[in-house]
C-alpha cells in the first residue's frame, strides 16, 4: 500500500538532518572544538556570580540531557519518555551507593550510569520484542516514570521520600564548587556531542538513518532493526544516567522533583525540538536559547511552563526540524540566491 | 449549479487524468467517460492502474493533472464523502464494510445521511436474497462472497447515479463471480449507470457495453465490448485465445 | 470493607466518564489527546470563578463545562488540523506533540493566573444510607450524574444516527466516507464532547475532593491509564476498565497506601500493553 512508511513519516514530522556527505575528519568534529572553546570561556566572564554560574551550570546539564535524547529518539525513533526518571535512576543510584554502600563517588557514578542504560536498553529490547509502536512505548516508558518517582516517594526509609537525599559522598569534593563544576559538566557535553559526531560517522549512525527513513526496508536490507534500536537505548540512557549521577554530586542534594517528567522530560524535548533533533548542535543551540529565555522571563517564572508548552506547539506546527536547521537552511537558501545574482 | 443534459453530455466524463504516488505517476492522461444507463468496463492485468484510476474518480487519491466531470459538474479532487451524496458509489476491491455491525446496519448507513427506505432495502434483499437471510449477522463473520454482495448492496442503498465497482471479483470463486455479474446486469438492465474494472475480461465484456483496454497506464483500445471481444490483441492478451 | 468497595464505584464510574471520550477519539483518528486533564480542570477552574462572583452552582457548573468544550473546540481546529493531514506513526508523534504542548500551554496559563485555583462542592443534605453503607451526598450525586452521563453517551452511540456514524468511522474509515460520512466532522464532534465530560467529571470529582488547579496532568494520566486498560478505541472498554480500577485504587489506597496505589495503577496499563495491547474489550487486530 503505498504512502509514507513509519520511519520516513516520523523523519517528515520531527528531524531536519541532512545527509552528511565525505567530510574530512578535521572538518566533522571541527563544530564540537569550536563549542567548547567558546563555552570554555563562559567561567572567565561570569565566574563570579553565582546565580549565572549556577544557570550556566543547569544549561549544560539540559544539554546533555538533550544529547542523550537525541541518541535515543534523534536516531532510532524510540520516545522514550522517561528521561528524568534514568537520570534519577543514576543520580539515586550514585548517592545510595557511594553514601549507603560506602564506595568512592568516582566509582558509583559510572556504576549507576550503567544500571540507567541497562533499564533503558531493556525498554528499548521490550520495545523491539513486542513491537510497541510510538504510542505504546511512550506509554510504557511515561508509566515508568511516573511509577518511579512514586517509588521514590514512597520508600522513604531508603530515599528520602518527599524530602530527599543529602549526599554526603562528596561533600568536600571539587565539584560542589562551581567553576570546577562547570568544566566537569562542559566536558562531558563536549563528550557527549564527540560521541553522537562519531556515532553519526560510524555504521551506526549508517543504521541508524537507514532504519529511520523506512524501518521495513532497512530489514529487508539486512539491517537488525532490534540491535541498533536496543544499542540506541542503551547507549542513551547510559548517558542520562551519568547526568543524574554528576548532577547529583555536583548539587549534594537530590530529591523526587529534581527528576521529575514535568521538570526534565518536557524541557528536553523542547529544547531539543528548538535546536533541531537528530542534528549534532541542536542540544546546543537549544539549551543556549533556553538559558537565555528563561532569563528574560525571569520575573515570570510561573509562566515558564505555559511558554515551554506554546513553544512546543509553535515548533511542531510549523519549524518540523527545530528552528535551528530552519535557520541554516534559510542562509543556505540566501546564499544560493545571491550566488546566483552573483558579482 | 450547470445543467446536465443526459442526452448530449456523459455522466461520468474522465479528460487528461494523471494519477501517482509520492510523486511517480502510475496512470497516465487517461480520457474516458460513462454515459447515462450504460455500463462501462475498464480492463487490464494487475498493475495496469484500474484500481488507482478509480480511487482518484472517487476522492480517496488525488489526480495529479487532469479533470473528471461528475453530471456536467467538476468534481475534480473532491473529498469522498461528498461524491457519495452526490450520487456516486464506490465499491472498492476491499470492501471496507462495517466488520462490528450487522448486514441490516450496513445497510442502513449505506444510505446516510437520509434514513434508510424499506422500499430500496426491499429491493436490494430482492436482488441479494442471501443477504436478508443473514441480515443480522455481524458483517465481520461473513465470506468473502457475501461480503461482496453486502459491499454492493450498501451502495445501492443510496440510490447512486453511478455505480463504480473495483475488481468485485476478487477472492470469489468463478461461481461466485458470475453470480457477481448476473446482478449487475440485472442493475444494468433497471436502468443503473455502472463503471467497472475487471481482470476477468470475459465476464466483464458479456455485461459492458462498452469497454477501455488500460495497460500500464494508458488507454490502448476503446469500443463497444462486441468489438473487443473479437478483438485480435484483447483475446491474446485477455482472453489466451491465439 | 464494603464502604471501600462503594468509593471504589463512585470513583470508578468517574474514570470510566473521564476515559470514553480520550478512548474514542483514539478509536476515530488513532490520536492521544494529553490535554484532556488540563480540559477538565479549565471547566473546574471556570466554575469556581463563576461562583465566586455569585452565580449559583448549577449554572457554574454548566458554564464550566460548556467553556472546557469549546477550548476543545478550538484545540480540534487549531493543533488538531495538521495532526489529521498525516498517516500513521507520525499522525500519532505529532498528536502527542502538540496536546503535550496545549496541556502545558493550559496548565501554565491556570497555574500562573490562578496559582491557588480549584473547585471544591459541597453539596447539602446528610449522608444516605445504602446498603448499610453511609454514603455522602456527593458521592451520590456523583454517582448519579455519571451514570446519567454514561446513559445518555450510550443512547448516542447505539441509537442515533450520529452515533452509528461515529461507530462507522473507528470501525472503518475508508467505509464511512464511502457512505458519506465526514470522518473530520465526526472527530470534532468526539473531541468536543470528550472535552466536555472531562469538565463534567471534574465537576463530579470536587463534590468529593477539592479538584485543584495543578490536577490536571493527574487526570490526564488516569485517563490515559483506563483508556490502555480498557482498550484504546473502545467505549464500554473504557468504562469498565474505569469501574474496576476505580475499585482497585479505592482498595489499594486504603489498604495499601497512595505510592503503592499509584504505582499498580501504572503497572497495569504497562502490564496491559506488553501482554495483551487491545485491552479488555478493545479489538485485537
Same mark, same amino acid.
Given at each position: 500500500?503505498?504512502?509514507?512508511?513509519?520511519?520516513?513519516?516520523?523523519?517528515?514530522?520531527?528531524?531536519?538532518?541532512?545527509?552528511?556527505?565525505?567530510?574530512?575528519?578535521?572538518?566533522?568534529?571541527?563544530?564540537?572544538?569550536?563549542?567548547?572553546?567558546?563555552?570554555?570561556?563562559?567561567?572567565?566572564?561570569?565566574?563570579?556570580?553565582?546565580?549565572?554560574?549556577?544557570?550556566?551550570?543547569?544549561?549544560?546539564?539540559?544539554?546533555?540531557?538533550?544529547?542523550?535524547?537525541?541518541?535515543? !529518539?534523534?536516531?532510532?525513533?524510540?520516545?522514550?519518555?522517561?528521561?528524568?526518571?534514568?537520570?534519577?535512576?543514576?543520580?539515586?543510584?550514585?548517592?545510595?551507593?557511594?553514601?549507603?554502600?560506602?564506595?568512592?563517588?568516582?566509582?558509583?557514578?559510572?556504576?549507576?550510569?550503567?544500571?540507567?542504560?541497562?533499564?533503558?536498553?531493556?525498554?528499548?529490547?521490550?520495545?523491539?520484542?513486542?513491537?510497541?509502536?510510538?504510542?505504546?512505548?511512550?506509554?510504557?516508558?511515561?508509566? !515508568?516514570?511516573?511509577?518511579?518517582?512514586?517509588?521514590?516517594?514512597?520508600?522513604?526509609?531508603?530515599?528520602?521520600?518527599?524530602?530527599?537525599?543529602?549526599?554526603?559522598?562528596?561533600?568536600?569534593?571539587?565539584?560542589?564548587?562551581?567553576?570546577?563544576?562547570?568544566?566537569?559538566?562542559?566536558?562531558?557535553?563536549?563528550?557527549?556531542?564527540?560521541?553522537?559526531?562519531?556515532?553519526?560517522?560510524?555504521?551506526?549512525?549508517?543504521?541508524?538513518?537507514?532504519?529511520?527513513?523506512?524501518?521495513?526496508?532497512?530489514?529487508?536490507?539486512?539491517?537488525?532493526?532490534?540491535?541498533?534500536?536496543?544499542?540506541?537505548?542503551?547507549?542513551?540512557?547510559?548517558?542520562?544516567?551519568?547526568?543524574?549521577?554528576?548532577?547529583?554530586?555536583?548539587?549534594?542534594?537530590?530529591?523526587?522533583?529534581? !527528576?521529575?517528567?514535568?521538570?526534565?522530560?518536557?524541557?528536553?524535548?523542547?529544547?531539543?525540538?528548538?535546536?533541531?533533533?537528530?542534528?549534532?548542535?541542536?542540544?546546543?543551540?537549544?539549551?543556549?536559547?533556553?538559558?537565555?529565555?528563561?532569563?528574560?522571563?525571569?520575573?515570570?517564572?510561573?509562566?515558564?511552563?505555559?511558554?515551554?508548552?506554546?513553544?512546543?506547539?509553535?515548533?511542531?506546527?510549523?519549524?518540523?526540524?527545530?528552528?535551528?536547521?530552519?535557520?541554516?537552511?534559510?542562509?543556505?537558501?540566501?546564499?544560493?540566491?545571491?550566488?546566483?545574482?552573483?558579482? | 449549479?450547470?445543467?446536465?443534459?443526459? $442526452?448530449?453530455?456523459?455522466?461520468?466524463?474522465?479528460?487528461?487524468?494523471?494519477?501517482?504516488?509520492? $510523486?511517480?505517476?502510475?496512470?497516465?492522461?487517461?480520457?474516458?467517460?460513462?454515459?447515462? $444507463?450504460?455500463?462501462?468496463?475498464?480492463?487490464?492485468?494487475?498493475?495496469?492502474?484500474?484500481?488507482?484510476?478509480?480511487?482518484?474518480?472517487?476522492?480517496?487519491?488525488?489526480?495529479?493533472?487532469?479533470?473528471?466531470?461528475?453530471?456536467?459538474?467538476?468534481?475534480?479532487?473532491?473529498?469522498?464523502?461528498?461524491?457519495?451524496?452526490?450520487?456516486?458509489?464506490?465499491?472498492?476491491?476491499?470492501?471496507?464494510?462495517?466488520?462490528?455491525?450487522?448486514?441490516?446496519?450496513?445497510?442502513?448507513?449505506?444510505?446516510?445521511?437520509?434514513?434508510?427506505?424499506?422500499?430500496?432495502?426491499?429491493?436490494?434483499?430482492?436482488?441479494?436474497?442471501?443477504?436478508?437471510?443473514?441480515?443480522?449477522?455481524?458483517?465481520?463473520?461473513?465470506?468473502?462472497?457475501?461480503?461482496?454482495?453486502?459491499?454492493?448492496?450498501?451502495?445501492?442503498?443510496?440510490?447512486?447515479?453511478?455505480?463504480?465497482?473495483?475488481?468485485?471479483?476478487?477472492?470469489?470463486?468463478?461461481?461466485?463471480?458470475?453470480?457477481?455479474?448476473?446482478?449487475?446486469?440485472?442493475?444494468?438492465?433497471?436502468?443503473?449507470?455502472?463503471?467497472?474494472?475487471?481482470?476477468?475480461?470475459?465476464?466483464?465484456?458479456?455485461?459492458?457495453?462498452?469497454?477501455?483496454?488500460?495497460?500500464?497506464?494508458?488507454?490502448?483500445?476503446?469500443?463497444?465490448?462486441?468489438?473487443?471481444?473479437?478483438?485480435?490483441?484483447?483475446?491474446?492478451?485477455?482472453?489466451?485465445?491465439? | 470493607?464494603?464502604?471501600?468497595?462503594?468509593?471504589?464505584?463512585?470513583?470508578?464510574?468517574?474514570?470510566?466518564?473521564?476515559?470514553?471520550?480520550?478512548?474514542?477519539?483514539?478509536?476515530?483518528?488513532?490520536?492521544?489527546?494529553?490535554?484532556?486533564?488540563?480540559?477538565?480542570?479549565?471547566?473546574?477552574?471556570?466554575?469556581?470563578?463563576?461562583?465566586?462572583?455569585?452565580?449559583?452552582?448549577?449554572?457554574?457548573?454548566?458554564?464550566?463545562?460548556?467553556?472546557?468544550?469549546?477550548?476543545?473546540?478550538?484545540?480540534?481546529?487549531?493543533?488538531?488540523?495538521?495532526?489529521?493531514?498525516?498517516?500513521?506513526?507520525?499522525?500519532?508523534?505529532?498528536?502527542?506533540?502538540?496536546?503535550?504542548?496545549?496541556?502545558?500551554?493550559?496548565?501554565?496559563?491556570?497555574?500562573?493566573?490562578?496559582?491557588?485555583?480549584?473547585?471544591?462542592?459541597?453539596?447539602?443534605?446528610?449522608?444516605?444510607?445504602?446498603?448499610?453503607?453511609?454514603?455522602?451526598?456527593?458521592?451520590?450525586?456523583?454517582?448519579?450524574?455519571?451514570?446519567?452521563?454514561?446513559?445518555?453517551?450510550?443512547?448516542?452511540?447505539?441509537?442515533?444516527?450520529?452515533?452509528?456514524?461515529?461507530?462507522?468511522?473507528?470501525?472503518?474509515?475508508?467505509?464511512?466516507?464511502?457512505?458519506?460520512?465526514?470522518?473530520?466532522?465526526?472527530?470534532?464532534?468526539?473531541?468536543?464532547?470528550?472535552?466536555?465530560?472531562?469538565?463534567?467529571?471534574?465537576?463530579?470529582?470536587?463534590?468529593?475532593?477539592?479538584?485543584?488547579?495543578?490536577?490536571?496532568?493527574?487526570?490526564?494520566?488516569?485517563?490515559?491509564?483506563?483508556?490502555?486498560?480498557?482498550?484504546?478505541?473502545?467505549?464500554?472498554?473504557?468504562?469498565?476498565?474505569?469501574?474496576?480500577?476505580?475499585?482497585?485504587?479505592?482498595?489499594?489506597?486504603?489498604?495499601?497506601?497512595?505510592?503503592?496505589?499509584?504505582?499498580?495503577?501504572?503497572?497495569?496499563?504497562?502490564?496491559?500493553?506488553?501482554?495483551?495491547?487491545?485491552?479488555?474489550?478493545?479489538?485485537?487486530?
Amino acid at each position: 500500500m503505498p504512502g509514507a512508511g513509519i520511519g520516513s513519516g516520523m523523519s517528515r514530522v520531527v528531524v531536519g538532518d541532512r545527509s552528511l556527505g565525505h567530510r574530512s575528519v578535521l572538518s566533522a568534529y571541527l563544530p564540537v572544538a569550536a563549542v567548547a572553546v567558546l563555552l570554555g570561556f563562559v567561567p572567565v566572564v561570569i565566574g563570579d556570580s553565582r546565580t549565572y554560574m549556577g544557570l550556566a551550570i543547569t544549561a549544560l546539564t539540559f544539554g546533555a540531557y538533550a544529547c542523550g535524547f537525541n541518541v535515543i !529518539f534523534g536516531s532510532t525513533g524510540q520516545l522514550f519518555l522517561c528521561l528524568g526518571a534514568l537520570a534519577g535512576v543514576g543520580g539515586y543510584g550514585s548517592a545510595l551507593l557511594a553514601d549507603r554502600a560506602d564506595l568512592p563517588f568516582l566509582v558509583t557514578i559510572p556504576m549507576a550510569a550503567a544500571i540507567a542504560a541497562v533499564v533503558g536498553g531493556v525498554f528499548s529490547w521490550i520495545s523491539v520484542r513486542r513491537s510497541l509502536g510510538v504510542i505504546f512505548t511512550g506509554i510504557v516508558t511515561l508509566t !515508568f516514570s511516573l511509577g518511579f518517582g512514586n517509588l521514590l516517594l514512597g520508600q522513604r526509609d531508603l530515599t528520602g521520600g518527599e524530602t530527599g537525599l543529602l549526599i554526603a559522598a562528596s561533600q568536600d569534593t571539587f565539584l560542589r564548587d562551581l567553576v570546577p563544576a562547570y568544566y566537569v559538566f562542559l566536558g562531558m557535553l563536549i563528550g557527549y556531542l564527540l560521541l553522537f559526531r562519531w556515532l553519526q560517522r560510524s555504521h551506526f549512525g549508517w543504521a541508524f538513518r537507514a532504519l529511520r527513513d523506512d524501518e521495513m526496508t532497512a530489514e529487508l536490507a539486512g539491517i537488525d532493526v532490534a540491535r541498533f534500536r536496543v544499542w540506541a537505548g542503551l547507549i542513551g540512557s547510559a548517558m542520562l544516567g551519568l547526568v543524574g549521577a554528576i548532577h547529583a554530586h555536583h548539587n549534594g542534594f537530590i530529591n523526587p522533583t529534581t !527528576f521529575e517528567f514535568g521538570r526534565v522530560d518536557v524541557r528536553t524535548l523542547v529544547i531539543l525540538a528548538f535546536g533541531g533533533i537528530g542534528t549534532l548542535m541542536g542540544p546546543v543551540i537549544g539549551t543556549v536559547s533556553f538559558a537565555v529565555v528563561d532569563e528574560l522571563i525571569r520575573d515570570l517564572r510561573q509562566l515558564r511552563i505555559a511558554v515551554e508548552g506554546g513553544i512546543l506547539i509553535v515548533l511542531f506546527l510549523g519549524f518540523r526540524g527545530g528552528v535551528g536547521p530552519a535557520v541554516v537552511s534559510l542562509y543556505h537558501r540566501f546564499r544560493a540566491r545571491t550566488g546566483r545574482t552573483g558579482s | 449549479m450547470p445543467t446536465w443534459d443526459p $442526452g448530449h453530455q456523459a455522466m461520468l466524463e474522465v479528460t487528461d487524468l494523471s494519477v501517482g504516488y509520492r $510523486g511517480a505517476d502510475v496512470v497516465h492522461r487517461v480520457s474516458f467517460e460513462v454515459r447515462a $444507463g450504460e455500463t462501462v468496463a475498464l480492463i487490464g492485468s494487475n498493475g495496469a492502474g484500474k484500481t488507482t484510476t478509480l480511487r482518484a474518480l472517487c476522492g480517496l487519491l488525488m489526480p495529479s493533472s487532469g479533470r473528471v466531470r461528475f453530471a456536467g459538474q467538476d468534481v475534480t479532487g473532491t473529498a469522498t464523502h461528498r461524491l457519495s451524496r452526490r450520487g456516486m458509489a464506490y465499491v472498492p476491491a476491499e470492501r471496507h464494510l462495517f466488520p462490528g455491525m450487522t448486514v441490516e446496519e450496513n445497510l442502513v448507513l449505506g444510505a446516510y445521511p437520509d434514513r434508510a427506505d424499506p422500499a430500496r432495502q426491499e429491493s436490494v434483499f430482492e436482488l441479494f436474497p442471501t443477504l436478508r437471510a443473514r441480515r443480522a449477522q455481524l458483517a465481520g463473520t461473513m465470506s468473502g462472497g457475501e461480503q461482496q454482495m453486502l459491499a454492493v448492496a450498501r451502495a445501492l442503498m443510496s440510490a447512486p447515479r453511478l455505480l463504480m465497482l473495483d475488481e468485485p471479483t476478487t477472492g470469489l470463486a468463478p461461481v461466485l463471480a458470475e453470480a457477481a455479474y448476473d446482478a449487475l446486469d440485472r442493475l444494468s438492465a433497471e436502468g443503473m449507470t455502472i463503471l467497472v474494472s475487471e481482470q476477468q475480461v470475459p465476464l466483464a465484456l458479456r455485461v459492458a457495453d462498452r469497454g477501455y483496454v488500460l495497460e500500464e497506464g494508458h488507454i490502448r483500445l476503446e469500443g463497444d465490448a462486441t468489438s473487443l471481444e473479437h478483438n485480435p490483441d484483447v483475446r491474446r492478451a485477455y482472453l489466451g485465445i491465439g | 470493607m464494603l464502604a471501600v468497595f462503594f468509593d471504589g464505584i463512585v470513583g470508578g464510574l468517574q474514570l470510566g466518564v473521564l476515559a470514553v471520550g480520550l478512548s474514542l477519539l483514539y478509536g476515530l483518528g488513532g490520536v492521544l489527546n494529553l490535554a484532556h486533564g488540563a480540559l477538565a480542570v479549565s471547566a473546574a477552574i471556570v466554575a469556581s470563578l463563576a461562583m465566586d462572583a455569585g452565580w449559583p452552582a448549577v449554572p457554574a457548573a454548566v458554564v464550566g463545562v460548556l467553556v472546557a468544550a469549546a477550548i476543545g473546540l478550538g484545540l480540534d481546529q487549531t493543533i488538531m488540523r495538521p495532526v489529521y493531514r498525516l498517516r500513521g506513526e507520525s499522525r500519532v508523534l505529532l498528536s502527542l506533540l502538540l496536546t503535550l504542548g496545549a496541556a502545558f500551554a493550559i496548565d501554565g496559563l491556570l497555574g500562573w493566573r490562578y496559582p491557588f485555583g480549584g473547585l471544591s462542592l459541597r453539596i447539602g443534605g446528610g449522608p444516605v444510607t445504602i446498603l448499610g453503607v453511609r454514603m455522602r451526598s456527593g458521592s451520590l450525586l456523583a454517582s448519579a450524574i455519571a451514570i446519567t452521563a454514561i446513559g445518555a453517551l450510550t443512547w448516542l452511540l447505539r441509537r442515533t444516527r450520529t452515533g452509528r456514524a461515529v461507530r462507522s468511522v473507528i470501525q472503518d474509515e475508508v467505509g464511512a466516507q464511502l457512505v458519506g460520512i465526514n470522518p473530520g466532522r465526526v472527530r470534532t464532534l468526539i473531541f468536543t464532547l470528550s472535552a466536555a465530560l472531562a469538565g463534567l467529571v471534574a465537576i463530579t470529582q470536587s463534590m468529593t475532593a477539592p479538584v485543584s488547579v495543578s490536577s490536571g496532568f493527574s487526570l490526564t494520566i488516569l485517563a490515559l491509564i483506563v483508556t490502555v486498560v480498557g482498550g484504546l478505541g473502545s467505549a464500554p472498554g473504557a468504562l469498565l476498565a474505569g469501574l474496576l480500577l476505580g475499585i482497585v485504587n479505592a482498595l489499594s489506597s486504603f489498604y495499601i497506601g497512595t505510592y503503592i496505589t499509584a504505582i499498580i495503577l501504572l503497572a497495569a496499563a504497562a502490564l496491559t500493553i506488553l501482554v495483551r495491547p487491545a485491552g479488555l474489550l478493545g479489538r485485537a487486530d
